[in-house]
């Protein structure tokens, strides 16, 4: 039998705390069923809940979130429509706000990053993005954001129509 040796009388034990604070979900508290697939994108623990169609896939990301409840929709939508590799347009409201801001296309320094897939709900987007400092931030104006790889995996699992509830 090996035993560790004994903390000196000063040193406190590491104390480890969960930055992400994800939380489990179970579609059942959200959706009457499952459908072609569903989302819920948890804006507290700014986590995204992924469920197949047949139940048998369930998958956690890491997100980005609104930066204010103002800037945050809450209900339910779907998904309208998905594109790779998304330009970006500043909404009205963000113009209102920084009016030299232009269009871009897609490319490194699109905000949508590698894959957009758009809600019923307008300038509302589930996507990538290329700065990985926002993941697990409160810093979109709406959106809910993934690392570029995981909106790529999620983009190929998610039809049209997937069911998606903001919470």
């Known amino acids: 039998?090996?035993?560790?040796?004994?903390?000196?009388?000063?040193?406190?034990?590491?104390?480890?705390?969960?930055?992400?604070?994800?939380t489990m979900q179970d579609w059942r508290d959200h959706f009457e069923t499952l459908g072609v697939?569903?989302?819920?994108?948890?804006?507290?623990?700014?986590?995204?809940?992924?469920?197949?169609?047949?139940?048998?896939?369930?998958?956690?990301?890491?997100?980005?979130?609104?930066?204010?409840?103002?800037?945050?929709?809450?209900?339910?939508?779907?998904?309208?429509?998905k594109v790779v590799g998304p330009s970006w347009t500043p909404t009205a409201s963000q113009l209102e706000r920084f009016p030299d801001?232009?269009?871009?296309?897609?490319?490194?320094?699109?905000?949508l990053g590698t894959h957009a897939m758009y809600l019923g709900w307008p300038a509302y987007i589930i996507h990538g993005t290329h700065d990985t400092r926002k993941i697990g931030r409160?810093?979109?104006?709406?959106?809910?954001?993934?690392?570029?790889?995981?909106?790529?995996?999620?983009?190929?699992?998610c039809p049209i129509g997937t069911q998606v509830r903001v919470i």
């Open 1 to 22: 039998m090996v035993l560790a040796p004994a903390l000196p009388a000063q040193a406190k034990p590491l104390i480890r705390h969960n930055i992400s604070s994800f």
């Open 37 to 81: 697939a569903s989302i819920v994108a948890d804006t507290n623990s700014r986590a995204l809940h992924f469920w197949s169609g047949d139940g048998r896939d369930y998958r956690v990301y890491p997100t980005s979130v609104p930066k204010t409840d103002e800037l945050t929709k809450r209900g339910y939508t779907e998904i309208v429509r």
């Open 101 to 111: 801001w232009k269009p871009i296309p897609p490319g490194p320094d699109n905000p």
């Open 138 to 157: 409160r810093s979109s104006d709406g959106c809910i954001g993934l690392y570029n790889e995981k909106i790529a995996e999620l983009y190929a699992l």
